[in-house]
């Protein structure tokens, strides 16, 4: 089991970038995926990228692929999601989660954060 914090969450207007982290404390963080995922008022949670445990490879949802970027830092035990040109649709709690399947997994994450409010305005 993994605690997981999320950060960077904002305010910010459309065509503005924002880097969210997730720090990651009380375990083995090599030993985890690690997912962002968000979600907005009235909608369900939906899978925003992954990232392995090696860092070495990652996945995006198809309709963020190219202005999100996710990456981690094993030495800080920290994942980032990178995102650029935001859109008022991106609107959302953003979480983070780790799961000990491999980054094409999209369904089981274990552990959660509490997320962090993104708020991109028109």
């Known amino acids: 089991q993994v605690q997981l914090v999320e950060s960077g969450g904002g305010l910010v207007q459309a065509g503005d970038s924002l880097r969210l982290s997730c720090a990651a404390s009380?375990?083995?963080?090599?030993?985890?995926?690690v997912g962002w995922f968000r979600q907005a008022p009235a909608k369900e949670r939906e899978y925003v990228a992954a990232?392995?445990?090696?860092?070495?490879?990652?996945d995006y949802a198809g309709s963020l692929k190219g202005r999100f970027t996710i990456s981690r830092d094993g030495a800080k035990n920290t994942v980032y999601l990178e995102m650029n040109s935001l859109k008022p649709e991106d609107t959302a709690v953003y979480y983070c989660?780790?799961?000990?399947?491999?980054?094409?997994?999209?369904?089981?994450?274990?552990?959660w954060g509490q997320g962090t409010q993104v708020i991109v305005s028109s």
């Open positions: 989660a780790a799961s000990p399947l491999g980054v094409g997994n999209r369904d089981e994450y274990d552990d």
């Open positions: 009380g375990g083995t963080f090599s030993r985890y995926t």
């Open positions: 990232i392995s445990r090696s860092g070495s490879m990652a």
